[in-house]
């Protein structure tokens, strides 16, 4: 009797490892990281880098423009210029 409560405990400890390791590999995808780092982000008020993450994951073209934009050296000081520029604007209209 002793033996088969043990093969029984065993069996439920393996279905427990098994769903952790299920739950574990859910929250290591991609797309879920990706959400935690942007809800904890909005939680710490930099929201609006949240929704650029999420901006540049939809739109990959941003990125690859972005970076070669900055890899530049020339086109560095006029890229930081015109985002400046941009998030300025944006900044007066949303206040407006």
């Known amino acids: 009797m002793r033996i088969e409560l043990l093969r029984m405990r065993a069996g439920y400890e393996r279905l427990a490892v098994q769903r952790s390791a299920c739950r574990l590999a859910g929250e290591l995808r991609p797309e ?6 942007r809800d904890r982000l909005g ?3 930099l929201g609006w880098l ?8 939809r739109y990959p073209v941003l990125l690859s423009i ?8 020339r086109r560095r000081g006029i890229a930081l210029k015109t985002a400046l520029i941009a998030g300025l ?3 007066g209209r949303a206040r407006s």
């Open 89 to 91: 604007v944006w900044l």
């Open 43 to 45: 939680s710490a008020g």
């Open 32 to 37: 879920s990281l990706v959400a935690q780092v």
């Open 66 to 73: 972005l970076t070669s934009v900055v890899s530049n050296r």
């Open 50 to 57: 949240g929704g650029g993450l999420q901006a540049l994951r």
